[in-house]
């Protein structure tokens, strides 16, 4: 039997992901039926899931490379980074709501300088196909729109 739904799944293809992963999807029907889904069912983590985790951060001499073991778990995104006066800002994706901005010194340390959440919902941004004609909307993690676009022959209009 396992045989038999491994061949299933190889030549069908995999079923869809859910409508968290849809909202990705190169299809524009797929995406708009993910987006309405998570419009009903998307529920925001509290910020209260990550203040044991930014506590543990602002420790006294935690660093950038044990920051960065800490955030494993969450299979953090580098979302955006600046530099400025003897340290770096990173931005790390943490969830769909929520970045952590972490300051870290560039003085051969790495020591931890300062560390906030910030919110901010996840964009899922999908590009359109090369020659594509026609609106192309892609979706916020929650499910309501993020970018509306009109296409002519792969041209914004």
Not at 28 to 42: D, S
Not at 131 to 157: I, Q
Request: glycine content about 10%.
């Amino acid at each position: 039997m396992k045989r038999l739904a491994a061949a299933i799944v190889l030549l069908l293809g995999t079923a869809h992901a859910g409508p968290r992963e849809d909202l990705a999807s190169p299809s524009q029907e797929t995406r708009n039926a993910a987006a309405a889904k998570q419009r009903t069912a998307f529920k925001p983590a509290p910020r209260s899931k990550f203040t044991s985790l930014v506590a543990k951060i602002k420790k006294p001499g935690m660093t950038k490379d044990k920051t960065l073991v800490l955030l494993k778990p969450y299979r953090p995104q580098t979302e955006g980074a600046g530099a400025s006066g003897g340290g770096e800002t990173i931005l790390y994706r943490i969830d769909d709501i929520w970045l952590l901005e972490c300051g870290f010194s560039d003085r051969g340390d790495g020591k931890v300088l300062g560390v906030r959440l910030v919110s901010s919902i996840r964009d899922v941004w999908v590009e359109p196909p090369s020659d594509f004609t026609g609106t192309w909307k892609t979706y916020l993690a929650n499910g309501k729109v993020s970018h509306e676009m009109h296409y002519e022959h792969g041209v914004t209009k």
